[in-house]
């Protein structure tokens, strides 16, 4: 599995931070959770690589289906 395989899984994300003051990634899907915990520098660098993908995105054209 990599980045272009797509997958039917439902999955819910949370952001938030935690009382010990990290930034917690929580994903839940099905019976699986996996709380992510980064210090703030690393969520910081985090959001940078989703800005920088994002406008990757944007550039992408659509395959038709």
Known sequence: MGIN???DIEANLQIGPTDQGMVR???AAGD???PMDFDPDEAEDIAE???AAAAAA???KPRRK
């Open 5 to 7: 395989t797509e997958r």
């Open 25 to 27: 990634l929580f994903v």
């Open 32 to 34: 699986i959770e996996i």
């Open 49 to 51: 690589e989703l800005r």
């Open 58 to 60: 944007r550039k992408v």
